[in-house]
């Protein structure tokens, strides 16, 4: 079965193709800054402009025609309207045009699907860190639940705020990652968990604060990563405890950091459980995983009726029937 996957919850425009497990093409073009922020309508004008590319792209990439095509996926939420619109028309229109049956899946749980279909895991926490998201998840009893998140903004979000502050661009995750590489000078920082949830609000003012008093920023960055990656360590570690689960997998791309999956790694070990990562191309917000996951669900008879955008889906909504 061939499905081409479309994403487009915030910066990412994506489009992915796969044969049945394996991975024909992950093509993306992402709207990115040297200043400042991501500005909705900004992002969308981005990926209205490049989705034909894109797509063709993808098509050249796999080798394939649209006719080729069996399904076509979208993420149909949760995310920025202004984006998840172009993607769902893009998705819709190609349907219709081609005659081809379309699928909405839920962009956080495909961060997920596609861990375990890369791995072979079978059973795993995910810790989801992303731009927008953060939050530790387990199947349960029919459907993938919350065990803790983000009490205010996302993970991503905030390291992309606090090097917007050092007068960094986006994103800001990776530039902070190499200034923190090099420091080892450990400035004493907030560190909010509340039972199985997070929160980054009272940091983010702190940091502000160091900022404006001309704390050293490689020493911040340092600190920063040690602080926030433990807190996330902590609550990953519980919802292991919890749920008595064997498996960790990180998702979302706050994961491509390199300090973070050490440290989770180091977590994994003295538990005795197994630790799980995939290549960063599938970490960050691509389209393969969308493709994966329109896969796993048709296969198990889901069907989209309703094709409209749901920029705030939750993860616990999703009744789960591929697992
Ligand atoms: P979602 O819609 O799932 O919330 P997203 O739109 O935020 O996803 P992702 O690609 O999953 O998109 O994650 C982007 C975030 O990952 C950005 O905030 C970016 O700064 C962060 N990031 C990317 N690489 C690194 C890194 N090496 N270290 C820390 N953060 C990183
Ligand atoms: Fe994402």
Not at 136 to 146: L, Q, S
Request: hydrophobic content about 40%; glycine content about 10%.
């Amino acid at each position: 079965m061939i499905v081409l996957g479309i994403e487009s919850t915030a910066h990412t425009f994506g489009v992915g193709i796969i044969k049945d497990k394996e991975v024909l093409a992950n093509v993306k073009d992402s709207y990115t800054t040297e200043e400042g922020g991501m500005i909705p309508f900004k992002a969308q004008e981005h990926h209205v402009k490049v989705c034909d590319e894109v797509i063709k792209n993808a098509l050249e990439t796999a080798g394939i025609n649209m006719k080729d095509v069996d399904l076509i996926s979208f993420s149909q939420g949760p995310g920025m309207g202004h984006t998840l619109r172009v993607g769902a028309m893009t998705a819709r229109t190609l349907s219709i045009v081609n005659d081809i049956p379309l699928i909405g899946v839920n962009h956080c749980i495909a961060h997920l699907t596609i861990g375990e279909e890369l791995t072979g895991a079978k059973d795993t926490v995910l810790l989801y860190v992303s731009g927008a998201n953060t939050q530790v998840i387990a199947y349960e009893g029919g459907k993938y639940r919350i065990f803790g998140e983000t009490l205010d903004m996302g993970i991503g979000n905030f390291l992309d705020s606090f090097a917007r502050n050092m007068g960094l661009g986006f994103p800001g995750g990776p530039k902070v990652a190499a200034l923190a590489e090099k420091s080892k000078n450990y400035i004493e920082l907030p560190y909010t968990v509340k039972g199985m949830d997070v929160g980054f609000g009272g940091l983010m003012t702190n940091l502000k604060d160091k900022l404006k008093k001309g704390f050293d920023k490689k020493d911040l960055c340092y600190s920063v990563q040690e602080t926030v990656f433990s807190m996330m360590v902590e609550v990953a570690e519980r919802a292991l405890a919890h749920t008595g689960k064997k498996e960790l997998l990180l998702g979302g791309g706050v994961a491509c950091n390199t300090r973070l999956q050490e440290m989770c790694k180091q977590m994994c070990e003295a538990r005795g459980c197994k630790f799980f990562i995939i290549e960063n191309q599938y970490l960050v917000d691509n389209a393969a995983m969308i493709a994966v996951q329109g896969k796993v669900e048709y296969e198990s008879g889901k069907r989209t009726t309703d094709s409209t955008i749901r920029p705030y889906e939750r993860t616990d909504d999703i009744e789960i029937t591929w697992k």
